[in-house]
Structures are given as C-alpha cells and as structure tokens.
C-alpha cells in the first residue's frame, strides 16, 4: 500500500514586517512567533524579512532570531544575505534628486525635518537639525546642518512636519514630487522618500526570484501604508489589527495585533 503523498503548503513563502507586526514593543520576537515561524519552516515554508529599516537598524533582530535567509531592507532598496552577512542588491537615492524634492516640499509647506539612511552594510543614519528619532534603541548621528546628510550615499530620506501629520505631509509631499521619488509613509512619525519604482514589492520580488517563490505562493503581513505593494504582489495579505485604515482597506484578512501575536495566531492555523 503506498502512502499518499505530504500535503501541499498553503503558502511557500511568509513574508513579515517587523515594526509593528512581527515586533513586540523594543525590538523583540515573543516565544510564541518565533515557534510559529520555527513550524512553518519545518514543513517546508521560507521566510522572508520585509521591512523598511536598512541592514545596520535590523541586524540585531535577525541576529536575535537566529534568521539565516533573505532580508528585504531600507523600504525595498537592499535585499541583505543574513547567513552571509552580505549585500546582494543595494539601489541608491540620488542625493541631487533627493535636495530637489525636499526643495520643492518646503516650498508648499514650509521647513520640513529630514534624515537619511547611508547606503551600506555599516552605514550610518544621519539626522539634520529638528529631526526627532522616535526609536531610541536605535543608532543615529546628529548633524548640525543639513548639507551634512549628503556627505555619502543614501537609499532614503526620512521627512517629518513640525504641524502636518503623517498623512497630511505624506498627501503633501506625493502630490508636489510623486512624479520624482516614490513618497510612502512606513510608520508613525516615518514619511519616506525613495528613489522612483523602490518599494517592498520590488524588493520582495528580487528576493523571491532569487529563491525560486511566486507572488502566487505567498502570505504577507504588515501594518503600514508601505506595506499595500508588498500585499499587491503577494497572494494574500494579512493586516494587524493595529493597521493603518489604509492598509485595512485592502487587506485579504485582519489579524490581532502586534502586541497579541497575530502573525503567530496565523501562522498556527496554516501549518499546525
């Protein structure tokens, strides 16, 4: 009598945010979603990163979670080898390109408070004068003036308003350089400039090129406005409970929230 063969996976690839979706409060993994991950895995699934920070600001959690495969990082611009410690795919921002767009925002609502994530493996967030870093764990450099923050190359830069709020200076800020630079908002207080055609979508797609995965076999979770092309590409997409309403609008199905687990409460239905 022959054995029927092993069930297919429901989806071959898991791809998760980290803020505010697969993170707890300081930057940690509760026991409960590292064993969910830890079983998917087991029968057969890959996990993939997705997440806006660059390499430097999200190494110690792929270190704390013992994560050997593909991380997408810095909004879709680097794809990071974990196992390695290696850059396969890094896009810059034009620092040029990126002065002009700023020019142009402050032009309609007046000075605004920027950043830059540094391309590279050891680079550097550099923060010029109002910027307020509102995760204080994480490594950043004060410049006096902004010119410092074009003294290397970047991959993004990080906008916030002394008035607007992020939606507001995220409407702003698409609708005055959108047809320069990709405007996405990855978190509260985190408006983001990047080069044209980055996002998680693209990024996630090189990963998954690399692995040999399809949009058509993938899961993914987020809670943010950068995280709707990420869930366009994929199969499904799964949003926290702590959401952005405009994520909610088009997710596939809503979990609880960061705080209670929700990729894990997932994750256990599909690959228990």
Same mark, same amino acid.
């Given at each position: 009598?022959?054995? /029927?063969?092993?069930?297919? &996976?429901? !989806?071959?690839?898991? /791809? ?17 979603? !590292? ?7 087991? /029968?057969?699934?890959?996990?993939? $990163? ?10 110690? %959690? ?35 390109? /990126? ?6 925002? =402050? +032009? =309609? ?8 994530? @540094? ?27 902004? =010119? ?9 830069? &990080?906008? @916030? ?14 609708? %005055? ?29 090189? +990963?998954? =090129? $690399? ?37 909610? +609008? ?7 929230s960061n705080e209670a687990d929700g990729v894990a409460v997932v994750l256990e239905r599909l690959y228990a």
């Open positions: 009598m022959t054995s /029927a063969p092993p069930p297919a &996976l429901p !989806y071959a690839l898991i /791809a998760t945010d980290l803020d505010g979706t697969l993170l707890r409060a300081g930057d940690t993994v509760s026991a409960r979603s !590292y064993a969910a991950l830890a079983t998917a895995r087991a /029968a057969g699934a890959q996990h993939i $990163v997705v997440t806006g920070r660059p390499v430097p600001q999200v190494r110690h %959690v792929l270190d704390d979670l013992g994560y050997t495969g593909l991380a997408v990082c810095g909004q879709g611009a680097q794809v990071y080898d974990a196992a390695r410690g290696l850059l396969l795919h890094s896009v810059s921002m034009d620092r040029g390109l /990126a002065e002009v767009a700023l020019g142009k925002i =402050e +032009a =309609e609502i007046g000075d605004v408070y920027a950043a830059v994530n @540094q391309e590279g493996l050891d680079a550097e967030m550099l923060m010029g004068p109002g910027y307020r870093m509102w995760h204080p764990h994480l490594p950043t450099v004060r410049v006096p003036r902004r =010119e410092g923050l074009w003294a290397a190359p970047i991959n993004k830069v &990080l906008l @916030q308003h002394p008035r607007l709020d992020d939606d507001e200076l995220t409407r702003v800020a698409r609708a %005055v350089v959108g047809d320069l630079v990709n405007v996405t908002m990855a978190g509260e207080h985190t408006v983001e400039l990047q080069p044209p055609g980055i996002d998680k979508a693209s990024g996630l797609g090189r +990963a998954a =090129e $690399v692995l040999g995965l399809a949009p058509s076999t993938t899961i993914a979770f987020g809670d943010m406005p950068n995280d709707i092309p990420m869930f366009a590409w994929a199969a499904h997409g799964v949003a926290m409970a702590n959401a952005h309403p405009e994520l909610l +609008a088009v997710a596939d199905e809503t979990t609880l």
